[in-house]
């Protein structure tokens, strides 16, 4: 039996772990990958308060290795279901455990595109991690998808390496920032396809090109490309918490700042729910908000 | 069972030569998920009973390796059996996929 079970040890699940280890509660974290989270996708995090420059890993690590010294329990396993009642219950592929408060911090994962044999490809052209993969394409020609931070931030790091950089967004207008739209707009390499989409992944076992259509002519037109970063935004991972968990009908668990769900004693924490921005501090704040209406309800 | 650091020197005969299938892990230092991935494929090198040999391929180090095996994602791990690659993950994933990974190859 546990005081608390936190599903997902992301930046949200592990900063929640820490509160309520620090309130005396026994905590067990479930998840079904590897710690850290989103973060560890980023070389450098330059936002963190009190932090200047750490890469995601080693704060992923450090998060993990402090949680863990003050006794968190973490099992590597995927979480098929939970259940309401006296005890409430959280089961694994593995097994079910008893707990009196559950805390959702399940994150989010990247948004495909969802084009034909886009995950085939992942691996021969397609990629959702331009730092983890653009040192391989040096020199050739690459296109990025995207609008926000995350597309802006992919085009211009390729720009330093790629022949040629196609940034692709739907629209005519960036939500990402002003800045970086105006160092692209400066780089030689950079071209810009607005009111865009990508409609087909060209070539057989290697991405040899892509096919774009513009949104207002209807004009389909073949980019060669080596290489598609497509950087359209996250989505949850909430289903296996539906009917029990209200979720939103993009999948976000329906929860306001205090963390609380429609179920008393259950609580969401970080990008995995409701909420307008989902940064690493909005995480680790949820963490420490979810513990500790946690700790106030168990008593 | 040690993990073998692969360069394009002892390639050909740790990895292609092999009686045994190779697991072979193909990483970088910058790239977190590699970081992530890298103690796992160290604990399903300890915990192997054998059957099959395990290898890091540091693709800084060794681009050539990386270039000759179309390695555009990382971390990427490829299974070798009989000189040939036999199976391939991209991304991190968790233990069990990477002994199955290997397993269903032997």
Sequence with gaps: ?299 | MAVITLTSENFEKEVLQSAEPVLVDFWASWCGPCRMLSPIVDQVAEESTGGFKVGKVNVDDEGDLAEKYGIMNIPCLIVFKNGEVANKSVGMIAKPKVEELVKSVL
């Design chain 1, 1 to 299: 039996m546990y005081d608390i079970i936190i599903i997902g040890a992301g930046t949200a699940g592990l900063s929640a772990a820490i509160y309520g280890l620090r309130a005396g509660k026994k905590v067990l974290v479930l998840e079904q990958l590897s710690y850290g989270g989103q973060i560890i996708n980023t070389p450098e995090i330059e936002n963190y308060p009190g932090i200047k420059n750490i890469s995601g890993f080693d704060f992923a690590t450090g998060l993990y290795e402090q949680a863990t010294a003050l006794g968190a329990e973490v099992k590597y396993e995927q979480v098929t279901g939970i259940a309401d009642g006296a005890e409430k219950q959280v089961t694994t592929t593995e097994a079910t455990y008893s707990c009196k408060a559950i805390i959702i911090a399940t994150g989010a994962k990247n948004r495909p595109l969802g084009l034909d044999r886009e995950a085939e490809l992942v691996g021969g052209g397609v990629s959702y991690c331009a730092t983890c993969d653009g040192a391989f394409y040096k020199k050739r020609p690459v296109a990025v998808n995207g609008g926000g931070n995350t597309a802006l931030e992919d085009a211009l790091f390729l720009s330093n390496y790629c022949s040629k950089v196609y940034l692709i967004h739907r629209r005519d207008e960036f939500r990402g920032e002003v800045k970086q739209v105006e160092q692209l707009k400066a780089k030689e390499n950079v071209e810009f396809v607005l009111n865009a989409t990508v409609t087909a992944l060209l070539g057989e076992d290697q991405v040899e090109g892509i096919e774009v259509t513009d949104k207002i002519t209807g004009e389909k037109r073949t980019l060669q490309v080596d290489g598609l970063f497509i950087a359209i935004g996250q989505m949850p991972e909430n289903a296996v918490f539906a009917p029990l968990i209200q979720l939103d009908s993009a999948g976000y668990v329906v929860a306001g700042e205090d963390c609380k769900t429609n179920v008393e004693g259950i609580y969401a924490a970080g990008d995995c729910r409701t909420k307008t921005v989902r940064q690493l501090t909005t995480a680790a704040a949820d963490g420490a908000v979810a513990a500790l209406a946690a700790c106030a309800y168990i008593g």
